[in-house]
């Protein structure tokens, strides 16, 4: 056995998430990462456009409209793209620690049955840090903040550098990114100067 666990519970050894100084001011919209994301991009027709704002915390509120595009029963939400909400709300937070991370384990609950045009409220907070990951939660609510609960989910997130994109993503794209300096400004490339 190595000892190794992917599982969302913080590990002994784990410490409380600091919040950048540099993060964005609470309120402050965080914006799309990636034009072409399929849950925050503008350039994505059938995207879920999800638009993420800073906490005063280590944490961020998002929302998100369900379109007929994200339907898998009759007039519900899929739960694949509730899960994506969730998981582009959850990985924006790496901007309230500075960090590029990825998901590496996405637990979710499904509470209630989300119809389309319904707007979630999505709410997400680092809960703690140990070396490269990151603990985090997330909630779902309908119709408002404090609405129902509809989604709830828990998540490891893994630091990685900018070599991750570089090394793993289709060149022409990676290139493209790198070659725009305001594409490299909102991806959260924060060790690059372009
Ligand atoms: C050009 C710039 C572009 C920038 C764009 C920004 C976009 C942001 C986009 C955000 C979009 C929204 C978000 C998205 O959709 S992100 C897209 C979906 N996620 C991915 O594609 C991730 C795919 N997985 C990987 O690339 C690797 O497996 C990673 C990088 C995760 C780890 O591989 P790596 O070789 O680096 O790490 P390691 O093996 O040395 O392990 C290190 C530590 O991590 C722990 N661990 C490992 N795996 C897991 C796991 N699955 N769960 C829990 N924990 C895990 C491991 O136990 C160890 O801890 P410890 O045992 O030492 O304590």
Redesign the pocket.
């Known amino acids: 056995m190595s000892g190794?666990?992917?599982a969302p519970t913080p590990?002994d050894g784990a410490v409380p998430p600091v919040r950048h100084p540099d993060a964005p001011a609470p309120g402050e919209t965080i914006g799309s990462?990636?034009e072409y994301?399929f849950?925050c991009g503008p350039g994505v027709p059938h995207g879920l456009h999800v638009e993420v704002r800073a906490g005063d915390g280590v944490c961020v509120s998002a929302e998100f409209r369900v379109k007929e595009a994200h339907q898998g029963a009759p007039g519900l939400a899929h739960g694949g793209v509730l899960a994506t909400a969730l998981?582009?709300t959850?990985?924006s937070l790496?901007w309230m620690l500075r960090v590029?991370?990825?998901?590496?384990?996405l637990e979710t609950d499904f509470l209630l049955p989300v119809p389309v045009d319904t707007v979630l409220h999505l709410h997400a907070e680092v809960t703690a840090v140990?070396?490269?990951?990151i603990y985090a939660a997330a909630t779902g609510r309908i119709g408002g903040p404090e609405g129902p609960l509809a989604l709830r989910a828990e998540a490891?997130?893994?630091e990685?550098k900018?070599d991750?994109?570089?090394e793993?993503?289709r060149p022409a794209e990676?290139q493209a990114?790198?070659a725009n300096p305001d594409q490299?400004k909102v991806?959260?490339?924060f060790e690059?100067n372009p």
């Open positions: 190794r666990t992917t590990p990462h990636y994301c849950g998981d582009e959850l990985g790496g590029i991370a990825v998901t590496g384990r140990h070396g490269r990951k490891v997130f893994v990685v900018v991750h994109f570089i793993h993503g990676i990114t790198l490299v991806a959260r490339a690059v």
